[in-house]
């Protein structure tokens, strides 16, 4: 079992940066890939970026490509997402993940966290 805790979300003009972080803790979390999904009201929950065990390996989506950047510090149990360049389209609330191998499909992920809000404004 793993629990996952985001923070890091708010409020923040376009072209601003914010710092999510997705704090871990029970099962070793060294040996989970990690990734960050985001979702509006009414949409799918869609892959945003994710990274591996050892983070030798990530993944990011086409929308996201040069302005985010996923990370992970295996000695304090979190990873996070650098999101910079925001923009209005990337307002959702952000989830991490966590499973047993790196993939792009919320069915790949056995552990999510509750979420935080990130709002872009115009």
């Known amino acids: 079992q793993v629990q996952l805790v985001e923070s890091g979300g708010g409020l923040v003009q376009a072209g601003g940066s914010l710092r999510l972080s997705c704090a871990a803790s029970g099962s070793t979390f060294s040996s989970y890939a990690m990734a960050w999904f985001r979702q509006v009201p009414g949409k799918e929950r869609e892959f945003v970026a994710g990274?591996?065990?050892?983070?030798?390996?990530?993944y990011d989506a086409d929308s996201v490509k040069g302005r985010f950047t996923i990370s992970r510090d295996n000695a304090k149990n979190t990873v996070y997402l650098q999101m910079n360049n925001l923009k209005p389209e990337d307002t959702a609330v952000y989830y991490c993940?966590?499973?047993?191998?790196?993939?792009?499909?919320?069915?790949?992920?056995?552990?999510w966290g509750q979420g935080t809000q990130v709002t872009v404004s115009s």
């Open positions: 990274i591996s065990w050892s983070g030798g390996s990530i």
């Open positions: 993940a966590a499973a047993e191998s790196l993939g792009a499909d919320r069915i790949d992920y056995d552990y």
